[in-house]
């Protein structure tokens, strides 16, 4: 069973929170049930915080609309987490300048574009799989080396400068985007 403590405004929970998500369907007899809650969710915003036991462990989760249907999203507990003003050190909270900010913000911008998850792939398991049918094409397994990892310290405003002077040859600006739609 699911046990609902508090209904809250589903942008106040902080995504680190979140765990892992279970898509929810009704049994027969609550079919009924599940659609007012979902309708209600999703109209108001909010995320049905419980408690359930998965797997003879209780865990705490929300309960959110998505779409057509409801997500029951596992949620750590407060004490699963630290604080992250204990983790990030001082350098990483100090402030940029304006031009910097500004450099950050541009390249950000070149590089925006909508959500396709499919966009992105799991590199590590396609590498895996091809290890795995090499071997079991050959008998041996191939030698593969580990990337090369950056030592020393960066300096972020030039890598800033360079990637914005790259996006900006590479990708038109975004009104050339807009002009090119519109002449199609």
């Known amino acids: 069973t699911i046990d609902i403590q508090d209904f809250v405004d589903r942008a106040d929970i902080p995504s680190a929170y979140f765990e892992k998500p279970y898509f929810m369907s009704p049994d027969g007899r609550s079919s009924k049930a599940y659609a007012v809650l979902r309708d209600v969710l999703e109209k108001k915003k909010l995320a049905a915080v419980a408690l359930v036991v998965i797997r003879t462990k209780q865990r705490l989760c929300a309960i959110l609309a998505d779409k057509n249907g409801l997500v029951l999203e596992t949620l750590r507990f407060a004490d699963e987490l630290k604080d992250a003003k204990d983790v990030i050190d001082a350098p990483a909270r100090a402030a940029a300048s304006e031009k910097e900010r500004e450099l950050a913000e541009q390249l ?77």
Not at 148 to 164: F, N, P
Not at 169 to 181: I, L
């Open 108 to 184: 950000v911008e070149n590089l925006r574009g909508e959500w396709d998850p499919k966009k992105y792939k799991d590199t590590f398991k396609i590498e895996i799989m091809k290890s795995i049918e090499t071997k079991a094409k050959t008998g041996k397994m191939p030698v593969t080396r580990a990337p090369r990892v950056a030592s020393g310290v960066t300096d972020l405003v030039a890598l800033l400068k360079k990637s914005v002077a790259n996006v900006s040859k590479e990708a038109p600006s975004k009104s050339a985007r807009k002009t090119k739609k519109k002449a199609a």
